[in-house]
Each structure stands twice: as structure tokens, then as C-alpha cells.
């Protein structure tokens, strides 16, 4: 017996473990080479493995899991022959291939059979909606119902669910008075990315002497220049103009005129970044990610629009790499796109300095003598005292400020 070990490998210098996230395979199943066989969560983002040999798997771990680097976590027996019928390539019968349609009685053994055993993630999927696994067909290898069935599953229901109220709005019973006995509390346990989230906001809080100064900017001289251009920008590159490649090319523009908002403190000395690694602090579906725009200060407009969204789509599928996560120097949070109008945002340890950006409103402002309204936009810069000083930190925000209501600006480095 020849067996391969799975080993949960080194995916960065700061993580020692990670958290078995969803077996694609389970014991007993052949797996094929360079096959995806589980999924693992570090404090970062998901690392998939894949088969480093065809065999029988075997696991060691389950789902929920914590495991250290290092650590074997299954294996694969490479010298188990593939089981015959197990070829990818579907194999039509003649009764499928059939015009005629099938005698009732072999429509139901084809419908109760259709749904195949659930894994581990989707059994969990599927206690935690009340579903039905009978009715759910497994997409999976052998027809195995895998995550993305359950949810789908639960999505449809849900949905069936919300139409049927609708419809039955208008025969509602009598108002009855809420019974709330059995509400009650539900315990989840936290997933190894929120974990680190937690530890990394607490740290920078009890480490940092944090200040955050305000300003607002006028957002018209930006839109104007949006509105004019995208339709061509569109049709060049392919991409949408967004706001975000003029606020991170004012960034840059100003940590070149304030270097210390750009540094970091090591120890007893301090490091001053002759670049700029611009963090984007993104939602993700399982919590807060911050893919970093390396040397954001030579890149264009498009380039770091095409930038933000390769990473956007990347953390939206749980694809970041540690790579995409490490070694940001200054960080941008962008709160407008929730809804948010002011905002006091957290630093990114070892991070000095982190933008907050938030919706733009109309508001009216006082123009020379007149009152106009204008599309506003509070921004908001949290900073780290030790290393950058009130005037400093004021200054650069204004710097800001400046570039984005004259935008030519930035075209002139002034």
C-alpha cells in the first residue's frame, strides 16, 4: 500500500494553523490527480488543496476542524485500482437516448433516486433550512449532493416559501397575539478569518494612539469628469469608471507630500515606505478582506480600476491568495457603498494611516456669497499619533481634499 499524505501546507510567515472548511471528497472515494479534495480557512483567506496522487482518499480530520501547519490531515492510497464505471464520460442507454418517453411507474423510481448522498457541509446546509434530501439532485461525483446543491436548495425553498405568503396575503387569519416561548439563543462557532479580524481590531486599539480628523470634499469637478468620459473609458479599457482610481491616485498624490502617513512604526524605529501598496478594504462573504494594489502610486486610473475589480471578484468567490492580502503600506475603506455618512475607521496594524470614504449627499454649501447645493462626501482619516503629528495628518487630508474638487491636480502632480 502506497500512501500519500495530506499535509496542510505553509501559506504565510504569520499563520501557524487554519480550519478545515469543506471536504469535496469523503473516505472512501477515488479521487483523481490535481482533483480540489478539500478546502481550508486561514485567518486570511481559503486555500484549496488538490490530489498530489489518484487513490483512495482517506481523512483525518473533520469539517470544523483546527489544524496546525504541517499537520496530516488525510491520505490517499495511490496504489488502490480506479473502480470500474467511474470514468467521467457519461454513458448514454438506449432508454435515454430513446424519443420514447418513459412508462410513469420508471419516472418515479427516476425521480426518488435521483438525489445522492450529501457530504458533511451540505448535511449541514441542509439541517440548518429543514430540508429534505430526497429532493434535492446531487450534482456532485456519483450524484453526490454537494454545498452548492443545499444552498441552491434552500434558496428555492426560501423563495417558494415568500411567494406562498404573498399569495396568501389577502386570505391572512385574524391578528393573533406573538407566542415567545420558544425563542431562544443560537451558539456558532467563530470561523478562523473572524477570529483574526477580532484579534487584529483589539490589537490596534490597545497598541496605536488612534485619532481621526475630518473634512468634507465636494464631489462635482469628479463627477462631471466621470460623467463625461466613462461612455469612452467604458469602450477603451473594457471597465466601468468608478470614484475609487481618483481616490486612491489622490492618496498617492499626498503621501508623496506627507511621507510619514506612509510609514510604520518597528520597535524603536521607523520605516518609511518609498512606495505605495494601497489596501482596499472589501466586504466578503465571510467577513472583512483587504486585498492590497501594489505600487498604486505608478499605476493609472485604469490600471487600479482594473485592479480593485480583479480583487473584488476574487474575494467575492473566497479566491484571494495570502499574496493579494500582505504587505499594504496605507488603506482605503470605502463605507459609502453601505450607506454610511460618517464613519471612524480602525487602522490595519502595522499600518500609520487608513481613509475613510462615505456617501455622497447633497447638501447645500456656501459657494463665494451664494448658497448652491452640492454633492458632499465626509471623509474621515484615522491615524496613528505616534507617528503622525495633528498638522500633518490635517494637511493630508486636505491634500486630498484639493485633488479631488480640481482633478487636474493630479494630472500636474500639485
Known amino acids: ?3 500519500v499524505e495530506i499535509l496542510v501546507p505553509a501559506v504565510g510567515e504569520s499563520i501557524t494553523e487554519a480550519t478545515i472548511e469543506e471536504w469535496q471528497k469523503n473516505t472512501g472515494d477515488y479521487v483523481e490527480k490535481n482533483e480540489i479534495i478539500v478546502v481550508l480557512e486561514t485567518d486570511k483567506a481559503s486555500v484549496e488543496l488538490v490530489a498530489e496522487a489518484s487513490g483512495v482518499l482517506n481523512t483525518d480530520f473533520s469539517e470544523g476542524d483546527t489544524v496546525e501547519v504541517g499537520k496530516k490531515i488525510g491520505s490517499i492510497d495511490s496504489s488502490a485500482a480506479k473502480p470500474a464505471g467511474s470514468s467521467k464520460e457519461s454513458v448514454e442507454t438506449p432508454a435515454a437516448s430513446s424519443n420514447t418517453p418513459p412508462a410513469p411507474n420508471q419516472a418515479v423510481s427516476k425521480s426518488s433516486s435521483a438525489a445522492g448522498v450529501p457530504g458533511p457541509a451540505a448535511k449541514r446546509v441542509i439541517a440548518e433550512n429543514n430540508l429534505n434530501a430526497s429532493n434535492i439532485s446531487g450534482t456532485g461525483p456519483k450524484g453526490n449532493i454537494t454545498k452548492a446543491d443545499a444552498l441552491n436548495a434552500a434558496s428555492s425553498n426560501a ?5 406562498a405568503e404573498t399569495s396568501s396575503k389577502e ?11 420558544s425563542r431562544g439563543t443560537r451558539r456558532e462557532k467563530m470561523s478562523t478569518l473572524r477570529k483574526r479580524i477580532a ?10 494612539a488612534i485619532l481621526t480628523t475630518f473634512n468634507e470634499v465636494d464631489m462635482s469637478a469628479v463627477m462631471s469628469l466621470r460623467s463625461k468620459y466613462k461612455d469612452q473609458f467604458e469602450k477603451k479599457y473594457g471597465i466601468r469608471l468608478g470614484f475609487m482610481g481618483f481616490f486612491v491616485k489622490a492618496v498617492c498624490e499626498a503621501l508623496k507630500e506627507y511621507p510619514a502617513v506612509n510609514a510604520q512604526i518597528d520597535g524603536k524605529e521607523l520605516i518609511f515606505n518609498e512606495f505605495v501598496n494601497m489596501g482596499i478594504a472589501v466586504g466578503g462573504p465571510k467577513g472583512l478582506v483587504v486585498p492590497v494594489v501594489r505600487d498604486a502610486d505608478l499605476m493609472s486610473i485604469y490600471q487600479i480600476e482594473a485592479a480593485i475589480k480583479d480583487y ?4 467575492k468567490n473566497n479566491k484571494l491568495a495570502i499574496d493579494d492580502l ?3 503600506t496605507f488603506t482605503i475603506s470605502n463605507g459609502g457603498v453601505y450607506g ?9 496594524p502595522p499600518q500609520s494611516g487608513i481613509l475613510g470614504m462615505h456617501k455622497i449627499e447633497k447638501r447645500p454649501i456656501v459657494v463665494g456669497d451664494e448658497v448652491k447645493i452640492r454633492p458632499m462626501m465626509y471623509l474621515a482619516l484615522s491615524y496613528d499619533h505616534r507617528v503622525i503629528d495633528g498638522k500633518e495628518s490635517v494637511s493630508f487630508l486636505v491634500k486630498i481634499k484639493e485633488a479631488l474638487e480640481d482633478p487636474s491636480r493630479l494630472l500636474l502632480g500639485v
Open 171 to 181: 386570505q391572512a387569519p385574524a391578528y393573533q397575539a406573538p407566542s415567545f416561548e
Open 1 to 3: 500500500m502506497s500512501q
Open 159 to 163: 423563495q417558494q416559501t415568500t411567494a
Open 312 to 315: 473584488a471578484g476574487k474575494a
Open 340 to 348: 454610511s455618512l460618517m464613519s471612524t475607521p480602525i487602522l490595519n
Open 326 to 328: 500582505t504587505g499594504g
Open 199 to 208: 484579534e487584529r481590531l483589539v490589537e490596534a486599539q490597545q497598541t496605536a
